[in-house]
């Protein structure tokens, strides 16, 4: 479990990147927000640019929070990074896709669900990760998804 003082650590490092990149947010504003919000902790005494390095992991947090809200502000859903694609499945179909998987799969966490679901459509269709689905295999995939839902079902009752 990680410590809820101190330094940030990588995976919040990795969060707040991902977040700035799927909100498209320029260097330049990123450094403004981060200068702005944490004035004098963030700012290296060497080269006078903010950095979110120099954040503690309870400034981190707050930070993610406030960057994951302006993500929902902004309209955005899961797999939309990836866009309308010559041939390839549609981000409504990707999302289709996970909800159905989210309802058989054994797994708790988010990231174990995304990874399980990579695993298995590597183990039955040879598709190494859910963004290379093509649109012609996203039936396939959703009835397969849908049976497996079915099964569930019944071993339930």
Do not use: C
Not at 56 to 68: D, K, T
Not at 97 to 102: D, K, S
Not at 129 to 147: C, M, N, P, R, S
Request: overall charge positive; hydrophobic content about 40%.
């Amino acid at each position: 479990m990680r410590r809820p003082r101190g330094k940030i650590d990588k995976l919040q490092i990795i969060q707040i990147h991902a977040l700035v990149a799927k909100l498209k947010i320029d260097h330049d504003l990123y450094m403004d927000m981060l200068a702005e919000r944490f004035p004098g902790s963030v700012t290296d005494p060497e080269n006078k640019i903010a950095t979110s390095t120099r954040l503690s992991y309870a400034e981190a947090a707050r930070f993610i929070v406030e960057l994951r809200k302006m993500l929902t502000e902004t309209g955005y859903k899961k797999y939309d990074e990836y866009g309308i694609r010559p041939n390839m499945a549609k981000p409504a179909a990707l999302r289709k896709i996970a909800a159905l998987w989210n309802s058989v799969t054994r797994q708790v966490t988010q990231k174990d669900k995304d990874k399980a679901l990579n695993e298995w459509l590597h183990h039955h269709f040879h598709i190494s990760h859910i963004k290379f689905i093509e649109d012609y295999q996203v039936g396939k995939i959703v009835f397969t998804l849908k049976a497996m839902q079915a099964q569930k079902k019944t071993e339930v009752v």
